[in-house]
């Protein structure tokens, strides 16, 4: 089970239509977060409205975001959101960087 912020996270990806969402619990492998959120979008229009979705979701629920990086990137957007790091990604780019493959690398 993951934490409120997480699952309000996840679900602000899932209203906007974000694709494969996957959740790693990092809290082990680093001290500066407990989890990580990847998500691909279809386009640079969608990922921006799942970033704003992510927003006005953590708003609501009183939740702080740090840091806002690649608002206006066509490849990824990066969402700090203290115990939580959000990966927004066009598939391309998910796909090149493969975040997915070094998250699951165990140590």
């Keep these: 089970m993951y934490p409120r912020v997480v699952n309000r996270i996840v679900k602000a990806i899932d209203d906007k ?19 990580v959120v990847v998500c691909s979008s279809k386009n640079d229009k969608n990922m921006k409205a799942i970033s704003s979705s992510i927003e006005d979701e953590l708003y609501k629920e009183n ?22 790091i959000v990966h927004i990604m066009s598939s391309d780019y998910r796909q090149h960087v493969d975040l997915d493959g070094l998250l699951n690398k165990k140590r």
């Design 17 to 35: 239509k974000g694709e494969s969402i996957n959740v790693y619990n990092v809290k082990n492998k680093t001290p500066l977060y407990d989890y």
């Design 63 to 84: 939740f702080e975001i740090k840091n806002i990086e690649g608002r206006d990137s066509k490849d990824w957007i990066v969402l700090d959101c203290y115990d939580v």
